[in-house]
């Protein structure tokens, strides 16, 4: 005994265990009869384990009852269900494999009672359904389908995508006969209005339309255009982006250089009024570019020539003449308002109009900058300088501060100094004889031209005078000792 089962996914054939499961054989020959899988989607795909089907709406329907047995069917809602039978010789080893699906008896978790859906096995050894599937059938042909639902795209919960449903059901062998109150149907019933609502994507829908391919190029170009005026739109470069350019306009390019304004109006005014007529030039050298826009006062006159004007010789030069698709214009009235509105409303001034927006010159070279040759090239400037050994606090001790400090070398005792740069001796306070405190770094420097009179003068000052630590010092020792000056020096 077998039944075809037509599926969206291919033709199967099944191959019935009459003598190993009479009850569920006779259900499922039955159900066939009565056109009860018409229809009915397979769910619940489980890759190289399983499939689910036989519920006439599945259960992504809210309606769904879960499928009834013929009898159910017949004799009404007490019979939807019936025991099922396990017989120890069937297992679940092969693919193909043909089950009832089956659920436990809310009273006794032992018995375990069927309806109408159905598993087939899509992979070897799925022995987890023992038990818990009855089997009553194996495939014999149709793996190729098998193999197609194996591979369906599904959702998390197993449900394909792409529907696929049991189209028709064929009794090739019945050894059963009919229960009292069975009724065959003369043809395939149409699907029911429950059963259309559950479709998600029908499995004859063209998923890849036929289009134009001029047209879908057309309606790309359209896309990137409104794409780019709308950046256009976000840098400022255009009022708004969907601008057009003028209609009175024209573009004329392939200008001889020696063309001028004034030659192209005299030509072109024979159309119309012209309101301004430029050819475009180079900003620092005032050359031509070899193209020119010319407005005329109305619409009529721009478009006449434009067909008459197309490679007219002017100037040994044939001109092309188009409509122009410039904005610049356009935009720099809008902007020259805009910014006028910011200066009306914020007084004026600043940049773009407003007055506490400047113009970020992080980097740059000012023109106030003071560029002297004994400065070097750092990136802070005075500002950030002055006071910067205030602001560190107590970063180093008081003795290294001191020794920093220029107003701290009046306080040690000074010696004669070796001399250096052909016999210079700097001041009594280690000054350079300017007033300023000794550099501490050694890499070479341009240095101001000194005054030698003043540094000969402060020398001699600094001769005369007695040293005020000098004096404390021969208090102190009593003398003064030379190698104890001359290790002082060292340390310093």
Request: glycine share 10%; hydrophobic share 25%; with cysteine.
């Amino acid at each position: 005994m077998s039944v075809l089962l037509e599926t969206s996914a291919g033709d199967i054939v099944i191959d019935l265990l009459v003598d190993y499961a009479p009850k569920e054989c006779e259900n499922f020959i039955k159900l066939c009869k009565a056109k009860y899988y018409n229809f009915s989607p397979v769910h619940s795909i489980q890759q190289n384990f399983s499939f689910q089907t036989g519920d006439p709406l599945g259960p992504t329907s809210s309606s769904s009852d879960g499928g009834s047995s013929i009898w159910g069917i017949i004799s009404g809602p007490s019979k939807k269900t019936f025991p099922a039978t396990f017989h120890p010789k069937l297992k679940h080893l092969e693919r193909g494999t043909v089950s009832m699906a089956t659920a436990p008896h809310p009273s006794d978790p032992e018995k375990r009672f069927a309806g109408s859906q159905f598993i087939v096995t899509l992979g070897e050894n799925t022995d987890y359904l023992d038990g818990k599937a009855a089997i009553f059938g194996k495939v014999v042909e149709g793996f190729d389908a098998l193999e197609k639902i194996n591979g369906a795209i599904t959702d998390k919960e197993g449900h394909p995508l792409v529907d696929i449903r049991i189209k028709h059901t064929i009794i090739l062998d019945d050894p059963y006969p009919d229960p009292p109150g069975l009724r065959e149907p003369s043809q395939s019933p149409p699907p029911s209005q429950a059963q259309l609502a559950t479709v998600r994507i029908a499995d004859d829908a063209a998923l890849t339309e036929e289009v134009d391919e001029e047209a879908a190029a057309r309606d790309r170009r359209e896309r990137e255009a409104r794409a780019q005026a709308l950046t256009l739109e976000m840098m400022g470069d255009l009022p708004f982006a969907e601008v057009k350019p003028p209609e009175n306009v024209l573009f004329v390019c392939k200008l001889n250089p020696v063309t001028t304004d004034a030659d192209l109006e005299l030509i072109f005014s024979r159309f119309g009024k012209i309101l301004s007529c430029e050819v475009i030039r180079d900003k620092k050298t005032g050359d031509s570019l070899q193209y020119a826009f010319v407005e005329f006062e109305d619409k009529a006159s721009c478009e006449g020539a434009y067909f008459k004007m197309q490679g007219v010789l002017i100037d040994d030069r044939r001109i092309h003449v188009d409509f122009s698709q410039s904005v610049s214009k356009l935009a720099e009235v809008w902007r020259g308002g805009e910014n006028a509105k910011r200066k009306r409303r914020h007084g004026g001034g600043g940049w773009g109009g407003v007055k506490g927006l400047e113009k970020w010159r992080k980097y740059r070279e000012e023109d106030d900058y003071d560029d002297r040759d004994d400065r070097y090239g750092m990136v802070y400037g005075d500002e950030e300088m002055r006071g910067r050994h205030e602001r560190q606090g107590d970063g180093g001790d008081a003795k290294d501060r001191r020794d920093r400090d220029p107003d701290h070398f009046g306080d040690r005792p000074q010696r004669d100094r070796p001399r250096d740069d052909g016999g210079r001796r700097d001041g009594g306070r280690g000054d350079r004889g300017d007033g300023e405190p000794p550099r501490r770094s050694r890499s070479p420097r341009r240095d101001k031209p000194r005054d030698r009179d003043r540094f000969d003068n402060h020398r001699n000052d600094d001769r005369g005078k007695p040293r005020r630590d000098d004096r404390q010092r021969g208090g102190r020792d009593g003398g003064y000792d030379r190698d104890r000056g001359r290790s002082d020096y060292r340390r310093r």
